[in-house]
């Protein structure tokens, strides 16, 4: 019997999670470069030799006012895990603990509740240090308009506080190309009006962990600069949702830095003729609305006559999104996009009907999904051929009934949120990258 080891429900306990195949099939694993957790020490390293400036401690010197600006749970950084060398840096500025804020930022989603804060930023945290979650839609302060021509709206707290610290985590994007640097600002701390037309009339990277030199992006970078972020502290996550590397300084060039290490760890082969492809979505797997958009590469790289399995363990079920809402009908999605279609959109009408294609073709897949915390008539009122499963035997039980226990091989995608397909989709950014790539043949 071949079995995996994998991790599922980020957030939720984290729980280790084996799945296990007939000793006939070939498993081959392919999942981000290993790498260990770094230590306080070496965390505490890097914000003392940061990337394109001053130590924070030098930056932090006079100040009266901090935020440190989060992203909220529906990203995978572990936050509590570096807050403490962050404010530790502050304090030994002179900076007090009562004068510190810390702010999930979500952008659009809904705001982080106390439960989620308090995940986010752990145990450890000082009660002097004030918590709070951004809202989208309130008390926000009017900074003009952007080189992009966004009306910018930007959280009070950041704008009320004379040192703002950003803290986030780098892996591919769908739209940034990667996450991270300048993301904290613009659309974390924004109001509603400027998140929704960033994303309908600035151009971004064309593919998930592609260009960071985009329309976007410079929009990002502006409107990040005139809101007076001063540092930023970006990390690569590892398989096992821990720190493994930490970007601190600039957030142009610590994140550029950050960027390069992502390519190299997370730019992976795909496996060619697979008869199964299995997505694992973890760490994004908090919710389906995050999972589905952050992981199903594999599914769409399967061929025609492939079983596509998806594993999600979806604690908070469908999830939510301002802009995006998951169940929302097709149609209204596709209106949107030919909606907001403007001139400057003409050299690009074949990119726009592959966006709308694609909507099309992943509600026709057949998904096989291991999935506790979802409902199954939800999900099916979202992928219509889709079929879900409480637990993994039941999984694999419908996966021998179609395919017998001869000979085959089955392509699992460990952690497929962070991955990137392909070495010419990799070569999009900036750097260089490497790819991981484990053979599993095992017999009874």
């Known amino acids: ?115 989620d804060m308090a995940k986010k930023v752990g145990a450890k945290l000082s009660p002097a240090v004030r918590v709070m979650a951004h809202d989208s839609r309130r008390d926000l302060v009017d ?127 795909v496996v060619p003729g697979a008869d199964i492809v299995v997505a694992d979505m973890y760490p994004f797997d908090t919710s389906w609305q995050f999972a589905q958009d952050r992981g199903m590469w594999p599914v769409e790289c399967a061929g025609p006559e492939a079983s596509r399995v998806v594993i999600a363990a979806c604690p908070l079920g469908l999830g939510t999104h301002e802009l995006f809402p998951v169940d929302s009908p097709l149609w209204s999605r596709v209106a949107r996009r030919l909606k907001h279609f403007r001139v400057a959109d003409l050299d690009r009408p074949l990119e726009k009907l592959h966006t709308v294609v694609k909507l099309i073709r992943q509600k026709q897949h057949h998904l096989m999904v291991l999935s506790p915390g979802l409902d199954g008539k939800a999900l099916q009122s979202m992928f219509p051929h889709a079929q879900r499963f409480e637990a993994w035997p039941a999984l694999r039980a419908a996966l021998l009934a179609r395919h017998g226990e001869g000979p085959l091989t089955v392509a699992v995608y460990r952690c497929a949120p962070f991955l990137i397909p392909g070495a010419a989709e990799a070569k999009q950014g900036i750097g260089v990258q490497n790819s991981i790539l484990s053979e599993r043949l095992t017999s009874a």
């Open 143 to 269: 900074l003009g308009t952007s080189p992009g021509g966004l009306p910018i709206r930007i959280n009070r707290t950041v704008m009320d506080c004379d040192l703002k610290i950003g803290v986030g985590c780098i892996y591919p994007h769908p739209i940034a190309g990667f996450s991270g640097g300048a993301k904290i600002v613009l659309p974390a701390v924004c109001g509603v009006e400027t998140t929704r037309m960033m994303h309908d009339y600035l151009r971004g990277s064309r593919t998930r962990g592609g260009s960071i030199r985009t329309e976007l992006r410079q929009d990002m970078i502006a409107v990040a600069r005139k809101a007076g972020l001063d540092f930023i502290a970006n990390v690569t996550l590892n398989h096992r949702r821990e720190i493994s590397g930490l970007f601190a300084g600039d957030l142009v060039k610590a994140h550029e830095a950050g960027v390069r290490a992502a390519q190299r760890m997370y730019a992976v082969p």
């Open 1 to 115: 019997m071949s079995e995996l080891h994998l991790r599922t429900k980020a957030w939720f306990g984290d729980e280790p999670l084996s799945i296990n195949f007939p000793p006939a099939w070939k498993i081959v694993e392919v999942g981000p470069q290993d790498a260990p957790a770094l230590t306080v020490a070496a965390m505490r390293e890097q914000l003392l030799q940061p990337i394109g400036s001053p130590p924070l401690r030098e930056i932090a010197k006079g100040k009266t006012r901090c935020v440190i600006i989060v992203d909220d749970l529906t990203r995978p950084t572990p936050a509590a895990d570096l807050l403490p060398s962050i404010i530790a840096e502050l304090t030994q500025a002179g900076v007090s603990e009562q004068a510190i804020t810390i702010l999930l930022a979500g952008g659009t989603h809904p705001p982080a509740s106390v439960q």
